[in-house]
């Protein structure tokens, strides 16, 4: 009787053994063609290992993030809440579902999960990843801010973790504290462009243009560069006058990439008139105006080129059509009532100086339309003209006033 009882507890130990090997090797096998891209065939295995033992919660996991490739929702989702049943505490299976939860665009269950898997593994750093994630996308950036300084804090060396938190401090407006992370990305890995980017826009905004101009160039020497980084810098290179610069970038966003933005053509055009290619300058300036015929400035700067080429009609013409379009516009008002007074049309010059005064006063605008009140004898109002354009600083004025006024 011993003896068959010793023979029945040997077979049962000798069947659990067998079992549990060949419930691990099928899973192993599972796990290698899943890794290949074999889904189905995995998926057929862990079928196999959780009908022969319903509590392997791996299995359940796996087969559920194949259902998952699959796009078989129902499955998936079956499966990871059967992993999360069978093993409570399974911060793996709580991450995978909040992953299919954001593919489903239901962020509220989502969260649930990652904060879930956080809440049993704390160091475990893609579900702070995630959540921060949505959090960006939601706009709650101090929250996603405080996130990713987890990551940071479970893993200092990374680059990516200081590149996403200078994101969302920029996002968050804070610029300092952006460019101190982006400084860090790029101190932990100086082959990463979109951290000089972003710097170089921050820079840019706090009128760190010399700065700005650097971090453009080193995001395209990494020859990554795209459309918005030549833009950025074109930008950057015409706010420092450097004409000639800026003309190359914007040419690179023409030609290259095809623009037909007009602020493109405007701006190139704005920087062959102060190289002094006017002929080019008019060129680009009438094609921003074919771009968008309703923005006055290309009028305005195509008149000036036209004005520097002594072509007095036609920089009239566009005077004319840019006050059409503005008539609040200062600056055309000026450089029209100029024309008209070298032209001695002295009473259209002096409504224009008046326009021009009322919308934008300029010590120019002051000292000519002081210059037409002498004309006229009107002694006083000349002088107050001229003594308000002096004080302006403008050195005409200021000798001009010497003379006439007491």
Known sequence: MKKNIFLLFFTMLLFNEVFGQTANDMYDSAVAKMKRGDINGAIVLYTKVVVQSPYYYDAWLDRGRCYDTLNKTDLALADYKMAIQKKPDYYQAFYYRGNFYVNQNDDKSAMADYTSAITIKPKFIP?????????????????????????????????????????????????????????????????????????????????????????FTAAIDLKIADEKIYSSRAKAYLTSEKYKEAAADYTVLITTYKSKEAKDFLNRGICYDNLGNYDLAIKDLTKAITLNSKDET??????LANEKLKKTTGAIADYNKAITINPNNGLAYEKRGSLYFDQKKYTLALDDLNNAIKFKPTAEAYYLRGAIKDMNKDTAGACADLKTAAQMGLKEAIEQSAKICN
Do not use: W
Request: hydrophobic content about 30%.
């Open 298 to 303: 290309p009028y305005i700067y195509r008149a």
């Open 127 to 215: 579900p702070y990843l995630r959540r921060a994630e949505i959090y960006v996308r939601e706009g709650k950036y101090k929250l996603a801010i405080a996130d990713y300084t987890s990551c940071i804090t479970l893993k200092p060396d990374s680059a990516r973790y200081y590149y996403l938190r200078g994101y969302a401090d920029m996002k968050y407006q804070k610029s300092d504290l952006a460019i101190s992370d982006f400084s860090k990305t790029i101190q932990l890995n100086k082959n990463y462009a979109n951290a000089y980017y972003y710097r170089g826009l921050l820079n840019d905004s706090l009128l760190k243009t010399t700065e700005a101009i650097k971090d």
